[in-house]
């Protein structure tokens, strides 16, 4: 299956520049609203460093894994990685949109999978932890027809990041069944200090989703279903019937949600309330339809 991922990548790569050329040739120079680029630079500068970190991360992973067929999928990966990042590059620069540097927590969340400790931390780092939150900005930036140009390119985004998330779960089980106890605790914890990121690094971005008309809220329950399917499709994989783990990741997701990302005209007592009782209870169950890019390997 992992050397399938490859050939996959093969059949359904394209090409970067001919792509985004066709349509500006269609839409015409990318343009938005003056008040709006900053908002859009800063968003998708996000996306932009965040490609660059995965080019890092998979070109590591090709040199690291074993066997043979797991080197090709990270190599087919780092490929894909490489593109995103110069075709962003492009259009934010056609934009006239080139981004400053990262917030902290963000500048922090890539740092932390690029250089963490663990062949396991980068993989579920990346695969099964960013790349949702990529697929979750892909997902409302698309429906909500920011701009032509971008919307247009959306598409081959989401189809080459759903397919990265097949090698992590197809490669991971092995390597954590392999894990100590107190190595399995580590890359738990690990997961729970990138959640933390995530959250705080939406912080810095609330006003720019709300600048380009985004729900934050929405974007984060976007993000949150496709996590979720990721890790039970991984447990899935193990043979692993408890969700104890996901339930425990997804309920401080949602509580801090709450905590952070409140709804408007929210008061500071409604809000402690709303982290109080989704710490205990947790949040509602997921709508499945959000997650729908996130397949078995084998699909």
Same mark, same amino acid.
């Given at each position: 299956?992992?050397?399938?991922?490859?050939?996959?990548?093969?059949?359904?790569?394209?090409?970067?520049?001919?792509?985004?050329?066709?349509?500006?040739?269609?839409?015409?120079?990318?343009?938005?609203?003056?008040?709006?680029?900053?908002?859009?630079?800063?968003?998708?500068?996000?996306?932009?460093?965040?490609?660059?970190?995965?080019?890092?991360?998979?070109?590591?992973?090709?040199?690291?894994?074993?066997?043979?067929?797991?080197?090709?999928?990270?190599?087919?990966?780092?490929? $894909? !990685? =490489? @593109? #995103?990042?110069?075709?962003?590059?492009? %259009? +934010?620069?056609?934009?006239?949109?080139?981004?400053?540097?990262?917030?902290?927590?963000?500048?922090?969340?890539?740092?932390?999978?690029?250089?963490?400790?663990?062949?396991?931390?980068?993989?579920?780092?990346?695969?099964?932890?960013?790349?949702?939150?990529?697929?979750?900005?892909?997902?409302?930036?698309?429906?909500?027809?920011?701009?032509?140009?971008?919307?247009?390119?959306?598409?081959?985004?989401?189809? $080459? !990041? =759903? @397919? #990265?998330?097949?090698?992590?779960?197809? %490669? +991971?089980?092995?390597?954590?069944?392999?894990?100590?106890?107190?190595?399995?605790?580590?890359?738990?914890?690990?997961?729970?200090?990138?959640?933390?990121?995530?959250?705080?690094?939406?912080?810095?971005?609330?006003?720019?989703?709300?600048?380009?008309?985004?729900?934050?809220?929405?974007?984060?329950?976007?993000?949150?279903?496709?996590?979720?399917?990721?890790?039970?499709?991984?447990?899935?994989?193990?043979?692993?019937?408890?969700?104890?783990?996901?339930?425990?990741?997804?309920?401080?997701?949602?509580?801090?949600?709450?905590?952070?990302?409140?709804?408007?005209?929210?008061?500071?007592?409604?809000?402690?309330?709303?982290?109080?009782?989704?710490?205990?209870?947790?949040?509602?169950?997921?709508?499945?339809?959000?997650?729908?890019?996130?397949?078995?390997?084998?699909?």
């Amino acid at each position: 299956t992992l050397e399938r991922i490859y050939h996959k990548g093969q059949e359904r790569s394209w090409d970067g520049q001919a792509v985004l050329r066709a349509l500006v040739e269609r839409h015409g120079q990318p343009r938005v609203a003056p008040a709006l680029r900053p908002a859009l630079a800063r968003l998708f500068a996000v996306i932009m460093w965040g490609e660059l970190a995965a080019w890092k991360v998979s070109a590591a992973l090709a040199e690291e894994l074993e066997p043979f067929p797991a080197k090709l999928a990270a190599t087919s990966q780092a490929h $894909d !990685e =490489a @593109r #995103h990042f110069f075709v962003m590059h492009d %259009y +934010l620069e056609l934009l006239g949109a080139m981004p400053d540097r990262l917030d902290r927590p963000i500048e922090r969340l890539l740092s932390a999978v690029m250089n963490a400790d663990h062949l396991a931390k980068k993989l579920i780092g990346m695969q099964l932890m960013v790349e949702p939150v990529a697929l979750s900005v892909f997902h409302v930036v698309r429906a909500l027809d920011v701009e032509p140009v971008l919307t247009g390119l959306m598409p081959y985004y989401q189809r $080459d !990041e =759903a @397919r #990265h998330v097949a090698l992590g779960l197809k %490669y +991971l089980p092995a390597m954590i069944r392999q894990m100590s106890t107190r190595e399995r605790v580590a890359l738990m914890r690990f997961q729970f200090r990138l959640l933390t990121l995530e959250l705080w690094g939406s912080v810095g971005l609330m006003r720019d989703y709300k600048a380009l008309g985004i729900d934050l809220r929405v974007a984060v329950e976007v993000a949150r279903a496709k996590q979720r399917k990721a890790l039970e499709l991984l447990i899935a994989e193990m043979g692993i019937r408890s969700t104890l783990p996901i339930e425990l990741l997804d309920r401080y997701s949602s509580a801090m949600t709450e905590a952070l990302l409140p709804a408007d005209d929210v008061t500071l007592r409604e809000r402690l309330r709303g982290f109080a009782r989704t710490a205990a209870w947790g949040k509602q169950p997921i709508d499945e339809a959000l997650a729908d890019e996130i397949t078995t390997p084998a699909a």
